[in-house]
């Protein structure tokens, strides 16, 4: 299997504070890479979608401005929190395709260890 | 728009159990489907990618059949085990879209 990692795996912040979550393939170059929610006992839910080198795509309701993705490199991607309020607290996963270039995707899809967040 | 459903919601069941879990998505063009493992807290672990073409991937105690023309695939676990406790969950990549549909998961427990 491939290995991606995910960092923090735990943050507390105050509210009105920003907080960077990273999310790194550390054997494989990821093109793509999807951020998602997860709440308690329900599954996840897909945020947006991180390409290299392009902004993010990101699902209906799920506000750019707040939450900033940037996939600066092949092998990383990031998450930053802007203005957090205690309603983003949440368990936030990353992952990445292994092998996806362009078109159809035929990739396995490998998860980073999440990140909680919790803010005060 | 696919949507994906795994049944039962929830499964308990004693050491050594052979059990199957089940799931099934509402439109049949997928390019692949995965089963995931999740344990508390943590990540995702994939356990096992089935394409499209393909009709079956096995993994030790692991076995994952996919019908794409009923919209189903199962897990199935043999001998179960206490650390085989975990919530499952398939997920689809329909055609045309580079984004998973995950399954509402299935919350084990396996009991020693």
């Known amino acids: 299997g491939a290995v991606v990692s995910q960092h923090p795996s735990r943050v507390i912040c105050k509210s009105g504070t920003s907080v960077k979550i990273e999310c790194r393939s550390l054997?494989?170059?990821?093109?793509?890479m999807f951020w998602y929610r997860q709440f308690p006992k329900q599954s996840l839910m897909l945020m947006a979608t991180s390409n290299e080198g392009s902004k993010a795509t990101y699902e209906q309701g799920v506000e750019k401005d707040k939450f900033l993705i940037n996939h600066a490199s092949l092998t990383l991607s990031t998450l930053t929190v802007t203005s957090a309020h205690p309603e983003d607290s949440s368990f936030y996963i990353c992952?990445?395709?292994?092998?996806?270039?362009?078109?159809?995707?035929?990739?396995?899809?490998?998860f980073g260890e999440g990140s909680r967040l919790t803010v005060l | 728009k696919q949507e994906v459903t795994q049944i039962p919601a929830a499964l308990s069941v004693p050491e050594g159990e052979n059990l199957v879990l089940n799931c099934s998505f509402t439109d049949s063009a997928i390019y692949n489907l995965q089963w995931f493992r999740q344990d508390p807290g943590k990540g995702l672990t994939s356990l096992l990618l089935i394409q499209s073409s393909q009709r079956e991937q096995t993994s030790g105690r692991l076995n994952a059949s996919l019908d794409k023309s009923s919209g189903r695939s199962t897990l199935y676990i043999a001998a179960s085990q206490p650390g085989d406790s975990a919530t499952y969950l398939c997920a689809v990549v329909p055609e045309g879209f580079q984004k998973l549909v995950f399954g509402t998961g299935t919350r084990l427990l396996v009991s020693p």
């Open positions: 992952s990445a395709i292994k092998g996806f270039r362009q078109g159809p995707n035929t990739g396995e899809l490998f």
């Open positions: 054997d494989f170059q990821a093109t793509t």
